[in-house]
């Protein structure tokens, strides 16, 4: 087309053909559209979507974050990197019911995997920050966790003198509060795990779950798991308390951190309220629960269907949900986050 | 450099008026404003958004909550960017808006908080709906009595809960309780049991949830979210559109003021322009200038009035003058000797009269406005009442610009710009230009008339030279005949003397002869005189007399009576009356003469037409008559001898001559002045002295006769000789004569005693009358000379009585000549 505008001198029956012709093209590709239409049709109506890795993130932010994120020096002394506890090669979290804190004892909460917290609503257990800067900021000011100061930290920045260039090629100036905040937060956003089979089912490969796995969706919906976990993240959207047909904390003494939001908020409607977990790589990401307290995920199941659904589920339904839980497990750059012992494939 | 200061100071206000308009004139940021409303719109979308998404899932149609979370997201980044709309807006607005913001982010606020319990129990109550939707179905009793009581229950229940959740009220609550509870209370077995122990469960959390989910929505519905963005929105662009007014009328004033700075910067282009221009034109006129003052030096004398009238011109032209005029004056004398004046087409009024020019000349009060050496008065209206003003105000002047014009030290004359309609702007720069252009004149003109003056004292150094040469070839001629003559007249005395054999026939004719021989002297005589070689002792002469002698009976008025100068009565009378002779045939007997004597003192040199006079005292006898004038060529040639107008036998041609030489004996000068047609008048200066003096035309009485003294007489002509031995006897001298001044010498050295008195000729081959004069006075200092001589120029004169001559006769001798100054030296 462009040629025949470009040349104005040629006869308008040439052009006419022109038009013709893509009109039977775009017929042609319609039909082979509604021809294969069928299989491809993806699932929009689940209340869960696929996961997909975030657009438009600095490149050079994310290889300056991923560096500071396995540098021990952002902890007071040297002693840890973020990714000590929060293990890229692995699941992103230690596969520890609760985290050994510098001091040696270990933390309040189960340390939850950095994979998709960026896509969480909230963060932490308790739903405490709304930012990763604010998070990654209180993390490493803990003196229990990374107990280093900005002081220190830029300090030990600036005297590096390859950090000296990085910063001051992406920030244009010397490391700071705000700049490494930055780095690692951008980093963080790019920690996606997506390709997770189910994302393949829902967006229209019927091959991508076993007969036995879309029957244990099927229950996850139908006893209502759904309700909750749901979302890009399965989860992760909002609060919910943790005991609603049972009390879990009966059979023991509560901690502080048993009762949940109730402990930064004071509001007795609190008590025992905490983010609805994101269920992505749940397969992955033993042990469970806020104390870790429990390293089945089959026995997990069975804990919040029993609470918060005011059910005991067969057996049968408890492994088909598993079945379909592990669908759930997604690749970060191109590596399956699961167990190769786990791994059906 | 007040200019420059005065452009700067504009440049400056100029740039801080724009400066501070671009400020005004700077909208609100279009970026953000941009960012506001899209942050406005983004609020009221999600909150509908939000709405219809909790209705939805409210609903069990919307099962995944990340829409409300999102919705919640954006209004937090919409209400960063809300935010920051108030940037820029004077306080009390900005205050306004952040009010209105933090209304819209408390009920964003309030609407999270709703959000966050709506979604927590919406979620459990969903489920529970579920719930009791898919087991009202598997709860299905198998047989028995129970069968009918749980089944009969169950619809009960179903339609209670059905009522329930379509009207949440408390009598529907109710009932979907006590159906509940009869149901809890019925016997199952234990499959049913635990059916219906979950029922029971959700059931009653349905009861419970429900009624707070709804008014969760309801409260959420009712937050003022929508409101209170809309007046947000509304306070907001109410100042952003005031805002933006303003700056668009900054803008165009922004815009006048620069419209103004081009129109300055115009301005100062054309005034640029215009100075290059007048820049170009004054050194064009330099240019000129420079080839008028190259051109005047190699001009003729003749076309210099023509180049200093095309100079002026142009310079009238350059300076915007009216008129231009340059007055010659010398300040030692009255009145102006020479003008050039321009006048601008168009103008007619005269130039500045004489008057006003030497006012300013004399600079009648006018010091206030001298500048660099000229006078400048930019407006006459504005002088201070006074003659100057006068002076001005009579000669049409508005304004007036002139430089003196001085050469050598002298001031020659004035070079004046005049405007008469308007005042004329002159600048330094022009009163520059118009010294300069006031030398290159004065230089021009002064030179005209240096080779005026030397031309003409060319030609009468010319003149005189040849009256010279003619004096001195008439001289020599008339020396010869001099002493023919002296031999004629001798020997005719002599004859005339002595007895004649043959009667009065003979006697008759010596008689002849002695008259033509005193026609002939009397020529000689003037010819001498004319030459200047006549002898003359001068003595004092009191002029009026002589004159009036000679002219007794013309009219005459003589005002200097007692005007005295040394000299020769005689010739004082020859001068008068050969002019009054020359007068009377000019005007061939018709007319008047005016003789007129005064006297006159030159404090300067002064050229005549016929000579130069020395500064002096002088006596000037002027003869004026009312001829018809003399033309050129007369004028040049009237002194010499020989030259004459009149038909030939009418005049001797020696008339003027004889007065020049006598004139010029006199150390005098000639001016002649005449006008064609008019007359002609000779003014005679001779220079006056103080002495006084006896009376003209008395003769002496006539010497007594000698009584055998023995005289010595030498001349190398021995026909003199003859006829002074004769004439010396006669006289009753004892004569013995010499025609060889060496002869004389020895005989004298023989006897020195022998002689009483020594007549010598003066030229004389071997030994001069002086030499001899000296010679003999070594032997006899007491010895009286007597020289003879044909020439005898006043200096001659003086030479040889400072030899000791004695005294001096004229040649030819006559014998009353000789006795009385034999008379006088021996008795």
């Known amino acids: 087309m462009a040629r025949f505008r470009q040349d104005g001198t040629r006869s308008r029956g040439v052009t006419s053909i022109g038009m013709l012709s893509i009109r039977a093209g775009l017929t042609i590709l319609t039909c082979a559209i509604v021809m294969g239409g069928a299989p491809a049709q993806p699932h929009q109506e689940e209340p869960i979507t696929p996961v997909q890795l975030p657009e438009r993130l600095d490149a050079a932010k994310v290889r300056l974050g991923e560096q500071l994120f396995r540098d021990p020096r952002l902890s007071g002394g040297n002693v840890i990197a973020c990714s000590g506890c929060h293990r890229l090669e692995a699941d992103g979290a230690d596969g520890q019911a609760l985290s050994a804190g510098i001091d040696g004892r270990p933390l309040e909460f189960n340390t939850p995997t950095i994979f998709n917290a960026a896509t969480s609503f909230r963060l932490n257990w308790r739903g405490n920050f709304r930012t990763l800067e604010e998070e990654n900021d209180s993390v490493l000011l803990n003196p229990r966790i990374m107990n280093t100061s900005w002081k220190e930290l830029v300090a030990k920045l600036r005297a590096d003198r390859d950090y000296a260039k990085e910063f001051a090629a992406i920030y244009g100036g010397g490391a700071e509060r705000a700049s490494v905040l930055d780095a690692l937060a951008t980093f963080q956003r790019s920690l996606v795990t997506p390709d997770a089979r189910f994302d393949k089912w829902l967006r229209g490969e019927p091959n991508a779950l076993s007969p036995d796995e879309e029957r244990g969706y099927r229950l996850f919906a139908a006893y209502g798991c759904i309700a909750c976990h749901q979302g890009r993240n399965v989860g992760g959207n909002l609060f919910q308390k943790f005991g609603i047909f049972r009390d879990p904390f009966s059979r023991r003494t509560e901690s502080a951190a048993d009762l949940g939001r109730f402990a930064l908020t004071g509001d007795a409607a609190d008590r025992h309220v905490f983010r609805v977990p994101s269920l992505r790589n749940v397969a992955a990401t033993a042990p469970y629960f806020h104390d870790g307290s429990t390293a089945s995920l089959d026995q997990a199941v069975r804990i919040m269907a029993r609470n918060q659904l005011g059910r005991e589920l067969p057996d049968a339904d408890v492994t088909l949900i598993v079945r379909f839980l592990d669908t759930l497990t997604g690749e970060y750059q191109g590596r399956s986050l699961a167990p190769s012992d786990r791994s059906p494939r | ?827």
């Open chain 2, 1 to 827: 450099m007040m200019q420059a200061r005065a452009l700067m100071a504009v440049t400056a206000a100029l740039l801080l008026l724009l400066t501070f308009l671009a400020i005004r004139a700077a909208g609100p940021d279009t970026a953000r404003h941009e960012r506001t409303l899209e942050a406005l719109r983004a609020a009221i979308l999600n909150e509908a958004a939000l709405q219809r998404d909790v209705l939805e899932a409210r609903a069990g149609l919307q099962r995944n909550y990340d829409p409300l979370v999102g919705s919640l997201e954006n209004l937090r980044g919409a209400l960063d960017d809300l935010r920051l709309a108030s940037k820029g807006a004077p306080d009390e607005v900005r205050a306004m808006i952040d009010r209105q913001v933090e209304g819209v982010a408390a009920a964003v606020g309030d609407q999270e908080a709703l959000v966050e319990q709506f979604k927590s129990r919406n979620a459990l109550l969903q489920n529970s709906l579920i719930f009791f939707m898919h087991a009202t179905g598997p709860v299905q009793p198998r047989g028995g009595a129970e069968r009918d009581a749980v089944t009969a229950e169950l619809g009960t229940l179903t339609n209670a809960m059905l009522r329930f959740t379509a009207d949440p009220r408390a009598e529907a609550a109710t009932e979907v309780t006590v159906s509940l509870d009869r149901l809890a209370r019925l016997p199952v077995d234990d499959t049913l049991s635990e059916s219906i122990r979950n029922l029971d469960a959700h059931g009653h959390l349905i009861v419970a949830t429900l009624p707070s989910v709804n008014d969760l929505v309801a409260r959420l519905l009712a937050v003022p979210m929508a409101e209170r963005t809309r007046a947000l929105e509304s306070v907001y662009l109410d100042w952003h559109e005031r805002a933006a007014t303003r700056a668009d009328v900054f803008r165009i004033l922004l815009y006048v003021a620069a419209l103004a700075l081009a129109l300055y910067v115009g301005f100062l282009f054309l005034r640029l322009c215009a100075n290059a221009r007048a820049l170009q034109a004054r050194v064009e006129f330099e240019h000129l200038l420079a080839a008028v003052s190259a051109q005047f030096i190699h001009l003729p004398r003749d076309q210099i009035d023509a180049g200093v009238a095309h100079g002026l011109a142009r310079l009238g032209e350059h300076m915007a003058a009216d008129r231009a005029d340059i007055f010659l004056r010398r300040p030692d004398e009255e009145g102006l000797h020479g003008h050039y004046a321009w006048r601008r087409a168009g103008i007619d009024a005269p130039p500045p009269s004489a008057a006003t020019v030497s006012a300013v000349a004399v600079g009648l009060d006018l010091a206030d406005h001298e500048r660099a050496g000229c006078l400048q008065v930019p407006d006459v209206a504005r002088m201070p009442i006074g003659a100057a003003r006068a002076h001005f105000e009579r000669d049409d002047i508005r304004s007036w610009l002139s430089t003196p014009m001085g050469y050598a030290g002298r001031q020659v004359g004035l070079l004046a710009l005049t405007t008469t309609r308007s005042p004329g702007r002159w600048t330094d720069d022009d009163i520059a230009l118009l010294r300069m252009a006031g030398e290159v004149l004065t230089t021009a003109i002064e030179r005209q008339r240096i080779e005026s003056e030397q031309e003409a004292l060319e030609a009468r150094l010319h003149q005189a030279q040849r009256l010279e040469a003619v004096g001195t070839l008439a001289g020599g001629i008339a020396h010869e005949f001099n002493n023919i003559l002296g031999a004629i007249v001798g020997h005719g005395e002599m004859a005339l003397a002595a007895p004649l054999d043959d009667g009065r026939r003979v006697r008759r004719h010596v008689e002849r002869i002695m008259r033509a021989a005193e026609r002939a002297r009397s020529v000689i005589d003037q010819v001498l005189t004319f030459s200047r070689r006549r002898e003359r002792r001068r003595r004092p002469v009191a002029v009026a007399p002589a004159a009036a002698e000679a002219i007794e009976l013309l009219r005459a008025s003589l005002r200097a009576p007692d005007a005295m100068m040394r000299g020769d009565p005689t010739e004082l009378q020859q001068i008068v009356m050969n002019l009054c002779t020359n007068a009377a045939h000019a005007m061939e007997g018709r007319g008047a003469i005016a003789i007129d004597l005064d006297t006159v003192e030159l404090d300067v040199d002064r050229a005549l037409s016929h000579g130069q006079l020395a500064a002096g005292r002088y006596v000037r006898l002027a003869v004026s008559d009312s001829g018809p004038g003399i033309d050129a060529t007369t004028m040049r040639h009237m002194f010499e001898p020989f030259f004459t107008t009149k038909a030939v036998g009418r005049g001797t041609g020696l008339g003027l001559a004889t007065v020049h030489g006598i004139v010029a004996a006199h150390h005098g000068a000639i001016h002649v002045e005449s006008t064609p047609g008019r007359g002609t008048r000779f003014e005679v200066y001779l220079p006056q002295t103080e002495e006084r003096t006896a009376q003209v035309g008395h003769s002496p009485p006539p010497p007594p006769p000698g009584s055998g003294q023995t005289i010595l007489l030498v001349d190398d002509e021995s026909d003199l000789v003859l006829v002074g031995e004769e004439m010396l006897a006669a006289l009753g001298y004892e004569a013995v004569g010499f025609d060889d001044s060496t002869a004389a010498l020895a005989s004298f050295r023989a006897d020195p005693d022998r002689f009483d008195l020594v007549l010598t000729d003066e030229v004389m081959p071997h030994m001069t009358g002086t030499e001899l004069t000296k010679a003999m006075h070594r032997l006899r200092p007491d010895l009286p000379v007597v020289l003879m001589t044909g020439y005898a120029g006043p200096v001659e004169l003086d030479r040889v009585q400072s030899a000791g001559v004695s005294d001096v006769l004229k040649k030819p001798l006559r014998s009353t000549t000789i006795a009385a100054c034999l008379a006088r030296h021996l008795h």
